[in-house]
């Protein structure tokens, strides 16, 4: 049996395998090919906008969205070799995301660092 850790170990631990991007990182390589996957929800959007060109995919629906070999699988997930770039609101719940990603496969699968609000703060591009 494993032991319990509490959330901050957690993140602490799969962040060690992510080679986690800045929002600037994340801009160019977007426009170099990469994916970048809005987890944020509805609300949130709503309130601050959205990073264009960004796929928009509820947490919940994440996994079944972006396997390659999915029957309900998003048409931008064509390779497992697909560089994605999963953001949240702050850069939490992405980290556990990308993990995820990673556990089926998607092993260039990494995460915003501060996340929409990084990209933000950075000036990027965001549309209302």
Same mark, same amino acid.
Not at 33 to 46: K, P, S
Not at 54 to 63: D, G, K, Q
Not at 94 to 100: D, E, Q, T
């Given at each position: 049996m494993t032991e319990p850790v509490g959330i901050d170990e957690l993140l602490e631990r799969v962040r060690e395998d992510l080679d986690r991007v800045s929002?600037?990182?994340?801009?160019?390589? $977007?426009?170099?090919? +990469?994916?970048?996957?809005?987890?944020?929800?509805?609300?949130? @959007?709503?309130? =601050?906008?959205l990073i264009p060109g960004a796929l928009v995919v509820e947490r919940n629906e994440l996994e079944w969205r972006l396997d390659p070999r999915g029957?309900?699988?998003?048409?931008?997930?064509?390779?497992?070799?697909?560089?994605?770039?999963?953001v949240c609101n702050e850069?939490? $719940?992405?980290?556990? +995301?990308?993990?995820?990603?990673?556990?089926?496969?998607?092993? @260039?699968?990494? =995460?915003l660092i501060g996340g929409f609000q990084a990209w933000q703060s950075e000036g990027l591009p965001v549309t209302r």
């Amino acid at each position: 049996m494993t032991e319990p850790v509490g959330i901050d170990e957690l993140l602490e631990r799969v962040r060690e395998d992510l080679d986690r991007v800045s929002a600037k990182e994340a801009f160019d390589e $977007a426009a170099h090919g +990469a994916l970048l996957v809005d987890i944020r929800y509805q609300e949130l @959007r709503e309130r =601050d906008g959205l990073i264009p060109g960004a796929l928009v995919v509820e947490r919940n629906e994440l996994e079944w969205r972006l396997d390659p070999r999915g029957s309900h699988r998003a048409a931008e997930a064509t390779s497992h070799d697909l560089r994605v770039v999963v953001v949240c609101n702050e850069g939490y $719940a992405s980290s556990l +995301a990308a993990v995820s990603l990673r556990q089926l496969g998607l092993h @260039r699968a990494t =995460d915003l660092i501060g996340g929409f609000q990084a990209w933000q703060s950075e000036g990027l591009p965001v549309t209302r």
